[in-house]
Each structure stands twice: as C-alpha cells, then as structure tokens.
C-alpha cells in the first residue's frame, strides 16, 4: 500500500522471485481501505501476499476490530498471505484497545495466512537490543529460522532471555499505559502546533508516533518535502520527504514526480520540550518564506 514505510523498497528490491504490485490509497479518504476492497484487489490483480504495516508508517492510519477481522477472512478465503508489520501496535490513538493485533482475530495459526512481524525496537523502546519475532505457520518460523540463521547466525540468546520479562503480558500492559499518557500529550502538542503552523493533515493519526503533514497550503518556496526538508534543517530541525514513503520497488517511475511530494512525516518521538521547541523554528521557517513571497 502506498504510501508505507521507506524499507520495503530494498526489502521488495532484494527478493527478485516477487513482482510487487503497489496498492494506491487515496489521501481524500483518509488512507481507508475497506475489506471488500482488499477481495477485489486479491481476485483483480491474482495478488499472493499483502505487506503492510499496522499501524501505518507514515500516515498513522490503523486497521482494527470488525475491520481487521474482515482482512483476515478475506486472506483466509482466497488463500492471500496477509503480513503485518506490527512494531507501533502499542501506539494507539483510535478506539478502546491499548494494544491491537491482528493475532486476536486469527482461527489457526497453523492454516490462517497471516504473518506477523514485531519486536522491542518500538513498542516497548529497546532499539539497541534488536530483539524481533515473528507469527506465524510453523513452516513459515521454521523457514524463517533457516534463514536467519544462515544469514547473520540468529539473535543474540542473552538478549532473547533478557527480554521474557519485558514481554511478559503484565509488563508489556504497564509499559504501554505509561507510554499512551506520554505520547498521548506530545502527539495533541504536535497535531495543534503543526496547525496553527498552516499544515493540514488528510488524517490525524490514529497510531504511531508520526503526523503525516501536508504542505500545499505554506508559501511555494517551502511547499514539497525536500524544499521544506532543507529549510527546516537550517534551522537543526528533520522532518522526513513524503515521497521517501511513496514505495517505489524497481524505481518504474522513471523520475516522475511523487504523489506524496507535499507531505512530509513528522515525529512526536522525541520529548516534550524538544517538540516545543522544534514548532518554534519550524514557524521561523515559515515566517521567512511568507515574507519573501
């Protein structure tokens, strides 16, 4: 689906047996994309797998309950794999749930297609520990397996006990409450800023710790992400190019211009007083080229 997250372009660059077939959402409708027509993209395009990540990198947007049931019978009956790449899945903004998975709506884990992909990098805030796992078919773990452990000798033991504690139901619940009234804050903070700022938002986001900004509407000389992108980082702020996230496996566009040209992703990652300041430089970017337009 486009747009997602930067990697998937290596990722789907690297495995020359596929032929990736991009999935286009429109901005209009908030990124949605309903089951039906998740069946009709599977039968139409005689599609194998779907890759995704949920929630979305960039745009937040979070697929969930009934809806997420529905994708999953959809993979089920027409025998589609459905992966997931769930590492913001405990940053959730939408609904009730603290924590949404697609496991919750998984029969047999043995014959459903879904693969899902997590890890501690995220969720639980442990990048340097590069703990990761997957769910999955056991034919899937074990192939998986194989090839890990051909490929860089497999996780690191030490590590993978030390994190059986973090994961543990009762202190992943805890980390995420915490981590839901932090974010939580910061993510008002960045959403309100941004705006009063002149950056629109097609939707505001509904997981993730990132706001998928919309430019159209500042001065010309700062309105696509890498005239933008240059200004702010005059000014020690990044912000990533939306057309970074505007997946592009093969390169088939040739140059031509990206849909996602006016957006840029925001972080609200980073602390309170960090963001503060950071909407503070960002409105001095947009100052100076209002007043030089």
Same mark, same amino acid.
């Given at each position: 689906?486009?747009?997602?997250?930067?990697?998937?372009?290596?990722?789907?660059?690297?495995?020359?047996?596929?032929?990736?077939?991009?999935?286009?959402?429109?901005?209009?409708?908030?990124?949605?994309?309903?089951?039906?027509?998740?069946?009709?993209?599977?039968?139409?395009?005689?599609?194998?797998?779907?890759?995704?990540?949920?929630?979305?990198?960039? =745009?937040?947007?979070?697929?969930?309950?009934?809806?997420?049931?529905?994708?999953?019978?959809?993979?089920?009956?027409?025998?589609?794999?459905?992966?997931?790449?769930?590492?913001?899945?405990?940053?959730?903004?939408?609904?009730?749930?603290?924590?949404?998975?697609?496991?919750?709506?998984?029969?047999?884990?043995? =014959?459903?297609? $879904?693969?899902?992909?997590?890890?501690? =990098?995220?969720?639980? &805030?442990?990048?340097?520990? @590069?703990?990761?796992? !997957?769910?999955?078919?056991? &034919?899937? !773990?074990?192939? $998986?397996?194989?090839?890990?452990?051909?490929?860089?000798?497999?996780?690191?033991?030490?590590?993978?006990?030390?994190?059986?504690?973090?994961?543990?139901?009762?202190?992943?619940?805890?980390?995420?409450?915490?981590?839901?009234?932090?974010?939580?804050?910061?993510?008002?903070?960045? !959403?309100?800023?941004?705006?009063?700022?002149?950056?629109?938002?097609?939707?505001?986001?509904?997981?993730?710790?990132?706001?998928?900004?919309?430019?159209?509407?500042?001065?010309?000389? !700062?309105?696509?992400?890498?005239?933008?992108?240059?200004?702010?980082?005059?000014?020690?702020?990044?912000?990533?190019?939306?057309?970074?996230?505007?997946?592009?496996?093969?390169?088939?566009?040739?140059?031509?211009?990206?849909?996602?040209?006016?957006? $840029?992703?925001?972080?609200?990652?980073?602390?309170?007083?960090?963001?503060?300041?950071?909407? @503070?430089?960002?409105?001095?970017?947009?100052?100076?080229?209002?007043?030089?337009?």
């Amino acid at each position: 689906f486009l747009p997602d997250y930067t990697a998937y372009t290596e990722l789907l660059d690297v495995f020359r047996h596929f032929s990736p077939t991009p999935v286009l959402l429109d901005p209009e409708r908030g990124y949605a994309f309903t089951a039906e027509e998740l069946r009709r993209e599977i039968l139409g395009r005689g599609l194998g797998a779907i890759l995704m990540s949920n929630p979305c990198n960039p =745009t937040g947007k979070l697929v969930t309950g009934d809806e997420m049931s529905a994708w999953v019978e959809a993979a089920r009956d027409l025998d589609c794999s459905l992966i997931l790449d769930e590492f913001y899945s405990h940053y959730i903004w939408k609904g009730d749930e603290d924590i949404i998975s697609a496991a919750s709506h998984i029969e047999d884990v043995e =014959t459903d297609p $879904v693969v899902i992909v997590d890890g501690l =990098t995220k969720n639980w &805030r442990y990048p340097g520990w @590069r703990v990761t796992w !997957i769910l999955g078919p056991r &034919r899937v !773990i074990d192939a $998986v397996s194989s090839a890990g452990s051909f490929l860089d000798g497999g996780g690191s033991a030490p590590m993978q006990r030390a994190a059986l504690e973090l994961i543990s139901a009762d202190h992943a619940r805890k980390e995420t409450a915490a981590l839901r009234r932090c974010f939580g804050e910061k993510r008002r903070l960045m !959403i309100d800023g941004l705006r009063a700022l002149g950056v629109k938002f097609d939707v505001e986001p509904e997981g993730t710790f990132y706001a998928w900004g919309d430019l159209s509407d500042l001065p010309p000389s !700062i309105n696509d992400g890498s005239t933008f992108f240059r200004a702010a980082l005059e000014e020690k702020v990044i912000v990533v190019p939306g057309e970074f996230f505007d997946v592009d496996p093969g390169q088939r566009r040739h140059g031509r211009p990206s849909r996602f040209r006016h957006h $840029v992703r925001f972080s609200f990652g980073p602390d309170r007083e960090n963001l503060e300041e950071a909407l @503070r430089r960002l409105g001095r970017v947009i100052e100076r080229a209002r007043g030089q337009s």
